[in-house]
């Protein structure tokens, strides 16, 4: 099982530039995650995905969109990026039942420069 | 949304000596409490966690304790190594179902 892969993991945008991150999960998790990571403030969640068909605003949504396009993917898109959006983007997924097992798993992630 | 304190923002230890990350929050219902070790380029991956009805987990060299009327869970890891020098994190379930709340980090440096 590769676990939680993402793409890319590495790119440049310019001011006002969109994109797509993608992020897809083997481990049929029902709930997945974006967060962004920057110096000194941990991971912050953008938006969330308790199960398909449904996604939920997080901490640190304002520029960002997502789509839960199936069990297995969930995408993040900037539609104008700008500089404050660079960051370190993680994808996570968990099982997320009830009671149960809250673990959530990491992708690598990706390394997002906006000039 | 739940609000999580750790400290210290960085430790550096000699290896074979004892390292302690504390976390403190505010929100009386968090009940789960999970810790993420980050090595360097990687994503975070859970080492131990713990759950509000007990006050202390170990597994091997890292164990957790957790103080509910305080508020405050620990990280604690002992004979350290040079492959215990990553960042780490602390986190609990807060107010919100299957959403982690995650601290700041801790960035730790075992020096031989």
């Known amino acids: 099982n590769a676990g939680v892969t993402q793409t890319p993991k590495f790119q440049v945008l310019k001011t006002g530039q969109s994109m797509t991150l993608q992020c897809a999960q083997d481990?049929?998790?029902?709930?997945m995650y974006w967060y962004r990571q920057d110096p000194g403030m941990g991971l912050r969640l953008i938006y969330y995905?308790?199960?398909?068909?449904?996604?939920d605003k997080g901490e640190v949504p304002n520029g960002y969109n997502v789509s839960r396009l199936n069990k297995r993917e969930f995408s993040l898109r900037l539609e104008s990026a700008a500089p404050s959006q660079t960051s370190v983007y993680f994808c996570?997924?968990?099982?997320?039942?009830?009671?149960?097992?809250?673990?959530?798993?990491f992708g690598p992630g990706t390394r997002l420069t906006v000039t | 949304g739940e609000n999580v304190e750790q400290h210290p923002s960085t430790l550096s230890v000699q290896e074979g000596d004892s390292a302690v990350i504390k976390c403190t929050y505010s929100?009386?219902?968090?009940?789960?409490f999970p810790w993420y070790k980050q090595e360097l380029g990687k994503g975070p991956q859970l080492i131990i966690d713990?759950?509000?009805?007990?006050g202390e987990k170990k597994d091997q060299r890292i164990a957790v304790t957790l103080n509910k009327t305080a508020k405050h869970f620990s990280l604690h890891i002992t004979e350290t190594q040079p492959e215990d020098s990553a960042v780490y994190f602390c986190?609990?379930?807060?107010?919100?179902?299957?959403?982690?709340?995650f601290g700041a980090g801790t960035q730790v440096v075992v020096t031989p």
């Open positions: 995905s308790a199960s398909e068909g449904t996604t």
């Open positions: 713990i759950r509000s009805n007990v």
């Open positions: 481990m049929n998790h029902n709930s």
């Open positions: 986190a609990l379930l807060g107010w919100s179902w299957g959403k982690l709340q």
């Open positions: 929100d009386s219902a968090s009940n789960y």
């Open positions: 996570a997924s968990s099982e997320a039942s009830s009671g149960a097992d809250y673990e959530q798993y």
